[in-house]
Nanobody
Framework: QVQLVESGGGLVQAGGSLRLSCAAS????????MGWFRQAPGNEHEFVAG????????RYADSVKGRFTISRDSAKNTVYLQMNSLKPEDTAVYFC??????????????WGQGTQVTVSS
């Protein structure tokens, strides 16, 4: 089973940037499509971005398209989310998870502890 640990969150002003990391354990990491999700207080998990196992295909939620970039480094068993032009509405706990394919918006693995992103106005 793949275990996931998210990091890189923090407090940033609107317009700023952060890069989140998701470190995975397990030798089978490279066969999985991966996604980033976020959860604001009182809300369900929301799909943010997905990437194929090869890294060649990506998908983004409309709310982050053009501002966020998902990437992966299979040699490091890590998935990244580069977040630019951050807005207060991006404030949430961010999680990574396995997805069935890069276009899927549903997680198929267990949730980690997530990493908090807070954007001040």
């Amino acid at each position: 089973q793949v275990q996931l640990v998210e990091s890189g969150g923090g407090l940033v002003q609107a317009g700023g940037s952060l890069r989140l990391s998701c470190a995975a354990s397990g030798r089978t990491f490279s066969i999985y499509a991966m996604g980033w999700f976020r959860q604001a207080p009182g809300n369900e998990h929301e799909f943010v971005a997905g990437i194929s196992a090869s890294g060649g295909s990506t998908r983004y939620a409309d709310s982050v398209k053009g501002r966020f970039t998902i990437s992966r480094d299979s040699a490091k068993n890590t998935v990244y989310l580069q977040m630019n032009s951050l807005k207060p509405e991006d404030t949430a706990v961010y999680f990574c998870n396995i997805i069935n394919y890069y276009g899927s918006t549903s997680p198929s693995g267990s949730w980690g502890q997530g990493t908090q992103v807070t954007v001040s106005s």
